[in-house]
Structure formats: C-alpha cells, structure tokens
C-alpha cells in the first residue's frame, strides 16, 4: 500500500520569506500524481500544485514551486515571499495513475506566518 | 456552479443513533469519494464510486455504507453511530479517471457523544 509521510508537524517563516516543507512517499508504482492542497481554517481543501511522476521538470504555479525527487521518493513543497494568507495546513497526498478519487494522504504540516 | 456540497456542515450524534451525511455535485463527475480527517492522520479514504451503480471500498470502510443511485448524489451512511466515528467528513468529485483534479466539498464535523 502507498504511504505518504509529513514529517514537521509545524513549521514558521517570516512574511516575505522562502519555506519548504517536506513530503516523502512510498509506492511501487512508476506512474503516480502528487499533489500539495492547501486548508486554511475554514476546512475548504484547495490544490496549489500537482506533479506527475513522469515528468522530470518540477512543477510551478507563481510563487509555489515543488523539489519532485523521484528516485529518493521525496516531493517538497516551496512557498516563496510568503504571505499572511499562506498560514494554513499544508496536506501532501499521491494517487495512482488512474483515480483522483483513491487521494493517499500525509499528516499535515501547520504553516504560521509572522508578520 | 456550486460544485460540490455537503449538508450538513455539523452534526452531533448520540451512540448507537443512524444518519446520511449527504453529497451532491453539479458538475457531471464520474467520481466520487469519501474521506474522513482526524487530528494528526490527515485524510482518509472510507469509500468511493467509479459511476451510478458502483462503489468500492478505502482504507477505512467499518461502519459506514454508501451507494450511488445517480451521478449527482453520494451519500455516506453511519448505521450504528459510536464514538470512534467523531472526525471531519469530506465529499470530493472528479471528472474522469485520467483527470487528476479532484475537488472537495468545505466538510461535515461530526460529533458521537
């Protein structure tokens, strides 16, 4: 079964600044989707980025960048000139090549902003 | 478009009691998901729908039953309500099997006292 791992339950940056939460993941699978959703306080589920595992360009949408490294398993997450709306908990999820609707998903990761 | 919505927003239940956490989507997606959110386990898949008339099960199906009589509804039944079954509820849809964008309704936080 495929495994998805957050390991920092929190993390802070200073507005303005550069962060990367971590995401490592596990599958036997050569083709996968990973994807970073965002949920801020009112529960809504939103998606910043995806990336499929057979591209090898890192996937970017303005300042979200991902660090996708497939042979270690590894699939980052860089927030750039963060924001005070970026404080939300950042959820890393994979699913197989067929069914957004099978999402595997990590713990979470809770992102403070200090102004 | 209200995408997908979920009714109700919150609920409390008493042990043993029976419900339907109800999901419809406006969209004319094929597929549709359960998944249940607890406090430092992220989201977790209960069951799912490939189309109307079938289902299948996720990581987490005990105690919960769903069909799909149409593509717009996918409703989440708790026969026998326990305490254990207190979390986040979340409904989500997608187009296709190839389209990877799955999208969520905003949640149903349920209470089992």
């Known amino acids: 079964a495929q495994t998805v791992t957050q390991s920092q339950p929190e993390m802070s940056v200073q507005e303005a600044e550069t962060v990367t939460l971590s995401c490592t993941y596990d599958?036997?699978?050569?083709?996968?989707?990973l994807f970073w959703y965002k949920q801020p306080p009112s529960r809504q589920m939103i998606l910043v980025i995806r990336?499929?595992?057979?591209?090898?360009q890192n996937a970017t949408e303005n300042r979200f960048s991902v660090n996708f490294q497939k042979a270690a398993k590894s699939f980052s997450l860089k927030i750039s000139d963060s924001q005070l709306g970026d404080a939300a908990m950042y959820f890393c999820?994979?699913?197989?090549?067929?069914?957004?609707?099978?999402?595997?998903f990590g713990q979470g990761t809770r992102l403070t902003i200090n102004p | 478009n209200a995408g997908v919505t979920q009714t109700p927003k919150f609920q409390v239940l008493k042990t043993g009691q029976s419900m339907t956490l109800q999901c419809a989507q406006d969209?004319?997606?094929?597929?549709m998901s359960w998944y249940r959110q607890d406090p430092g386990m992220g989201l977790r898949l209960i069951h799912y729908s490939v189309g109307a008339g079938i289902t299948d099960q996720g990581e987490v199906p005990n105690g919960y039953n769903v069909s799909r009589s149409t593509t717009e509804d996918f409703p989440l039944r708790l026969l026998s309500a326990a305490p254990s079954q207190t979390s986040v509820y979340f409904c989500?849809?997608?187009?296709?099997?190839?389209?990877?964008?799955?999208?969520f309704g905003q949640g149903t936080r349920l209470t089992v006292v």
């Open positions: 969209m004319n997606h094929e597929y």
């Open positions: 990336q499929e595992a057979y591209k090898q």
């Open positions: 599958t036997s699978e050569s083709d996968y989707y």
């Open positions: 989500a849809s997608s187009l296709r099997v190839e389209d990877t964008e799955a999208f």
């Open positions: 999820a994979y699913s197989p090549i067929q069914g957004a609707q099978k999402l595997v």
